[in-house]
């Protein structure tokens, strides 16, 4: 992959956050992790903290957050306390592919698209396998491809994001260690990310995000050849969520 900042670091230094499928994706891998009121949840790449607030609310479970982005800490451990979830959240500055926490630690490990910038995802997946409780969950909902693009598309894509076709995921979970993956593909159309991304953010922040959005990725967009009705044609995401022995 180029040496060029991917479409998500470009995001993050303008306090963006963003997942293909938005607040139904994280319910989704939410509640295949099985948490609960009495769940300790890892939520590697963080961002401005969206996930880990959400995942408090929803389920009363205890969330930790890491990111190497001293500034997402900073934003997330706001927007626990603005949403009412800063006696359940607490983030870290944390090296996701060498963590402090002890074996078995966590009930569920989770990250959504943050993995996809990854340099060494399958060590990353046994990271998050090793601080995860036996009979815990490994989860990930990750934008992928439907149907093999055109060259080009594929070509400006991976300039700044890796992404992978949707067999590709179950694999490494389950060569992480995990067994019982589930894998759920779905498509996406423009609308229905507006809807998702509007209720993940909540508002009036959806607006206020949109706007960093539209400005920070405006470098990215005009180097690229396809449209958003071409990105909702080939592009999607996956839920992967494999359960530890």
Known sequence: MSEQKTIVEILNEAGVSKHVGGLKATLRVGNLCRLDENKRVLDVGSGIGITPSVLAKEYGCRVI???ILPRMIDLGSRRAKKKGVADKVEFKLVDA???????NYFDAAISEDAILIMDDKPGLLKECVRVTKPGGYVGLNCTIWMETPPQKMKEEADVYTELYDPGVWPKMLENAGLVDV???VNRVTVWSEIVQQFKWFGFPDFFLQFGKMVTASRPYVKKTSYTLKDAARYMGYGTFVGKKP
């Open 65 to 67: 957050g890491i990111d």
């Open 97 to 103: 592919h060498q963590m402090p926490f002890e074996d």
């Open 182 to 184: 589930v894998a759920e």
